[in-house]
């Protein structure tokens, strides 16, 4: 079974910051792993989709990467904004299923 | 246009009720898939389903049962509404099995 576990559960940093999101998973037989941001009281986004045999995935200030043989994946974020406040929640794809891990809390100040 | 669409977006019940929430997809994805994202935020998968199979997570009480009358569409249907039934729904798609899901918006269901 499946499990994936979010590093840290909340962070907190200034604007302008770099920081880095972990995401480890204990089953390496995945489709894709995901990575989907969610406000508060939101629906889920998208923000990342990497496939199984690929090892990273950039899109604009997100850079994600992943390394299935040690089950871990990153979400980096560049100069981080406040409008980057959120929940950030990583997903491991299996062939029914999408098992999510409880997120990281991101809390951008000005 | 929206991709994955649920209604209500809001749902409130008494306990023992029986429910729907209805998902659409036109994206034309032969997956069609339901999530419960409890108070404490944790998504879990509760059905996976296409023409082909369904599959069910264990977890799930039977009082849940899926139903699609045709490929866009995945309903869920709750009977004797429990409290802890309380959360909000997710429908997805996708493609295939294993392929990038899609998310509707979700549907806060309070029992009450």
């Known amino acids: 079974k499946q499990e994936v576990t979010q590093i840290p559960a909340a962070l907190s940093v200034p604007e302008g910051e770099n920081l880095v999101l972990n995401c480890s998973f204990t089953?390496?037989?995945?489709?894709?792993l995901q990575w989907f941001r969610q406000d508060p009281g939101k629906g889920l986004t998208s923000l990342l989709l990497i496939q199984s045999s690929q090892r990273e995935q950039t899109s604009g200030r997100l850079n994600a990467s992943l390394d299935k043989s040690s089950g871990r994946s990153t979400l980096y974020i560049a100069a981080s904004q406040p409008g980057d406040s959120a929940t950030y929640l990583c997903?491991?794809?299996?062939?029914?299923?999408?098992?999510f891990g409880k997120g990281t809390m991101l809390l951008v100040s000005p | 246009d929206t991709a994955v669409s649920q209604t209500p977006k809001y749902l409130v019940t008494q306990m023992g009720n029986d429910k729907s929430i209805k998902c659409e997809q036109n994206?034309?994805?032969?997956?069609m898939y339901w999530y419960k994202q409890d108070s404490k935020k944790f998504l879990k998968i509760m059905f996976s389903y296409n023409n082909k199979e369904l599959i069910i997570n264990e977890t799930v009480p039977n009082r849940f049962s899926p139903k699609s009358p045709d490929k866009a569409h995945l309903n869920l249907h709750i009977n004797s509404l429990e409290l802890g039934d309380s959360a909000v729904y997710f429908c997805a798609s996708s493609r295939q099995q294993g392929a990038k899901q899609y998310f509707g918006p979700g549907t806060r269901l309070t029992v009450t």
């Open positions: 994206l034309g994805h032969d997956t």
């Open positions: 089953d390496s037989a995945i489709y894709n």
């Open positions: 997903a491991a794809t299996g062939y029914s299923t999408l098992t």
